[in-house]
């Protein structure tokens, strides 16, 4: 049986990093206080072990999940990693280690403690990403469609094979700016990339235009002997609608091109976004 | 006119109809078009009456021949008048469909000149935006009655789903609110849907690229709370057509009051927006739950009980059947537990192969246990925190606002009088139950 030991392991943040953890507290039978990334604040009072990345264990790894435990396990192991639940790498070492133990049947322990935070974290990225399928407004600059949105988990992997299908022939790029990065599309290409600021021009007259006309379809749409901002706010949380056109935000709308050369606005005018 | 007014006016007059989900259909655009839908629909906005806005919904004209009294573009009105070219309207959807507004068109009319000009009307608009645009997100179009079947057919090439509104959920509620119309009129056309749909699904057996016919099914609408019919009608009437006409959706409109006119309810008249809350949670329960029509409503009950939503009525009134054991009942009764909704249930179904409920693990999979506790046991106990003396069932079956609701209205001794409106022959007669219902009814007045 490992034993709890008073260690906590800190990788570099990959995916890959953390299947190294994984193969490191197998290893060393133990199981740490917690997995942290670089940055985390060194308050704490317990030795820190580093777990340099290592594609070699990676591999033997995360081929050991789908033998071991399944493909549903996977595919979930790496949903959870994109959420914003803190605790994520930890849990995700103890989720896997009950998997070894039970093979696929951990799937459906979801009376389990740990399953359960998983299955809850995994839940609240989903959801977001759901929502964002619908409430991601694009400008069009120059041809180019460009969205931006601020996330609490990291969605972008799932929001990409939605936005290629709907739009196989358009330029788009959506840009996180929780995460710093930016999925960028072309025909039949895209990638996620890091993008540290985002400049926008001007819109266009086009552009102004269908803006107030969506206002003006939103404000009309409604039926005002049924107004019900409460319920409208349940489903659709304030912190979406910064970016959202209905709610005309002119700050947003309006921006001018104020900073520096950086970002998009380099990516734009350059013919390829690769 | 320009493009800005055309879009408030007829907006404006398309905005009582309530379907706007893009759901029932999943698709993926080809190289070199535009659009995609996902069965479980997506909802771009929501406006400020906490509608979900999937599409944009609007009317080709809102120019009416006809004169139906609850309708804003009855031709008697007094109200200024548009109409989209095909062109327009098919530029806006497209352009609006680009920027993410929207997941498509839900495209509907009055009858301007007649139902086959403005059915031809409405499939210009569609061939732009299929053909020319190359566009495959999703298209919702209303059959227009007494348009030709051939153009009938030609939209329903075109769109994804077609609907036609009964609006009033009788003949005599027909004859006297539209005069134009008929049963006839309405159910016609929706049968001629059916039928090309099942055709079609040979063709598709047959040839696999046999073009699709209205995939996402078809749908209607019925107006609540314009005419005296009971909300018994109206849900043996969605049955039906959820049955016999294998429609997709039945939504329901509490009506609005647009005009005065003394078939009508007067023009203050606040809009039924509960009973279309009921007959929607009811609808839910046909659909999802494996009940039928007249298990939640019959001829002594021909309407939903006010403060509890017609799942825990039904449960109220079949005592019998509980309590139910968690770790055995089979999945379509755990679907009768109030306080258990689809996904629960599914959940439980899944966790109790790897072990033995309890209490505590419901909860983690999503049981609402408040609700739940009365109806259920965990390795043969009830929930062992819960004294039933103590507990206000029926309390804890209402909801938040209903409760306030029901202490607004009533004084202390109305409120027990008023005990015999839930009329509840409980079959195992659990005499302190009863005798909760009182108390705990008396407790918060
Ligand atoms: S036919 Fe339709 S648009 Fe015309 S008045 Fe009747 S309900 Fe209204």
């Given at each position: 049986m490992p034993t709890t030991a008073n260690v906590v392991y800190q990788y570099d943040g990959s995916?890959?990093?953390?299947?190294?953890?994984v193969f490191e507290s197998y290893d060393k039978k133990e199981i740490p206080l917690d997995i942290v990334l670089p940055d985390a604040t060194q308050m704490m009072l317990v030795p820190i072990k580093n777990i340099p990345t290592d594609s070699g264990k990676a591999k033997r790894v995360l081929a050991s999940i789908p033998a071991k435990i399944g493909f549903l396990a996977l595919d979930f192991v790496q949903h959870a990693f994109l959420t914003c639940f803190t605790q994520k790498e930890l849990y995700i070492l103890l989720f896997l280690r009950l998997g070894y133990r039970h093979g696929a049947n951990v799937m459906e322990m979801l009376a389990d403690d740990v399953v359960h935070t998983m299955v809850k974290a995994v839940r609240h990225l989903d959801r977001e990403s759901h929502l964002f399928k619908g409430f991601i407004?694009?400008?069009i600059f120059n041809h180019i469609l460009v969205a931006e949105i601020e996330p609490k988990n990291y969605v972008l992997p799932l929001l990409l094979q939605h936005f290629c299908e709907r739009y196989p022939e358009e330029r788009f790029l959506i840009y996180d700016k929780t995460h710093g990065m930016a999925l960028v599309y072309q025909p039949y290409q895209s990638a996620i990339i890091p993008i540290d600021d985002?400049?926008?021009?001007?819109p266009d007259e086009a552009e102004e235009s269908y803006r107030e006309l969506w206002q003006v379809f939103y404000n009309t749409i409604e039926i005002k002997g049924r107004h019900n901002p409460k319920c409208r706010m349940n489903l659709m949380p304030k912190r979406y609608w910064k970016y959202m056109t209905e709610f005309g935000n002119t700050q947003y709308n309006h921006r001018k091109v104020l900073k520096g050369q950086d970002g998009l606005l380099k990516a734009l005018s350059h013919k390829e976004l690769f | 006119m320009d493009v800005f007014e055309k879009l408030k006016i007829l907006t404006d007059a398309a905005k009582y109809d309530v379907a706007?989900?893009?759901s029932g259909v999943n698709k993926k655009t080809p190289k070199g078009g535009i659009g995609s839908a996902a069965a479980c629909g997506i909802c771009h906005s929501f406006s400020a009456d906490g509608r979900c806005i999937s599409l944009l919904k609007v009317l080709m004209t809102n120019v009416c021949a006809y004169d139906c009294k609850y309708c804003v573009n009855r031709h008697s009105n007094d109200t200024p008048r548009a109409a989209f070219t095909p062109r327009e309207l098919a530029d806006l959807t497209i352009n609006f469909y680009r920027r993410n507004y929207i997941e498509?068109?839900?495209l509907s009319s009055g009858v301007l000149k007649n139902p086959d000009y403005t059915c031809e009307q409405m499939i210009e608009t569609l061939r732009i935006l299929r053909e020319e645009y190359r566009f495959f997100g999703y298209i919702h179009a209303k059959a227009i009655p007494g348009a030709d079947s051939a153009l009938v057919s030609r939209l329903g090439m075109l769109a994804d789903r077609m609907s036609i509104n009964i609006e009033l959920p009788s003949q005599d509620s027909l004859n006297l609110l539209a005069p134009d119309k008929s049963k006839h009129s309405i159910l016609t056309p929706m049968r001629y849907i059916q039928n090309r749909i099942q055709e079609n699904s040979m063709d598709l057996v047959k040839y696999k690229h046999a073009p699709k016919f209205v995939p996402a099914g078809q749908s209607t609408q019925m107006i609540i709370g314009a005419t005296p019919d009971t909300d018994l009608q109206i849900l043996n009437l969605t049955e039906g057509l959820y049955k016999k006409y294998k429609l997709k959706r039945v939504f329901f409109s509490a009506y609005m009051p647009v005009i005065e006119n003394s078939f009508l309810p007067t023009i203050d008249t606040e809009p039924p927006l509960w009973r279309e809350h009921r007959l929607y949670q009811a609808d839910w329960l046909l659909r999802f739950y494996g009940f039928a029509a007249n298990e939640l409503l019959d001829e002594q009950n021909q309407s939903f009980n006010p403060y509890v939503d017609p799942k825990c009525n039904w449960a109220l009134h079949h005592l019998d059947f509980f309590p139910m054991d968690v770790n055995r009942a089979p999945y379509s009764d755990l679907l009768r537990v109030p306080g258990i909704g689809v996904n629960s249930a599914k959940r439980i179904v899944t966790a109790r192969r790897m072990t033995t409920l309890s209490f505590e693990s419901l909860k983690k999979l999503g049981v609402v246990l408040k609700r739940a506790q009365y109806f259920i046991t965990c390795k043969g106990k009830k929930n062992e925190s819960f004294k039933i003396t103590e507990n206000a069932i029926l309390q804890s079956l209402m909801s938040e606002k209903t409760r306030k609701e029901y202490q607004m209205k009533f004084s202390?001794?109305?409120?027990?009088?008023?005990?015999?409106?839930?009329?509840?022959p409980f079959k195992v007669q659990p005499n302190f139950l009863?005798?909760?219902i009182v108390k705990c009814l008396q407790q918060q007045m």
């Open positions: 995916f890959d990093g953390l299947l190294c953890s407004r694009f400008s985002l400049v926008l021009p001007e | 706007c989900t893009s498509g068109l839900f202390q001794r109305e409120a027990i009088d008023q005990l015999s409106l839930f009329d509840m009863q005798e909760d």
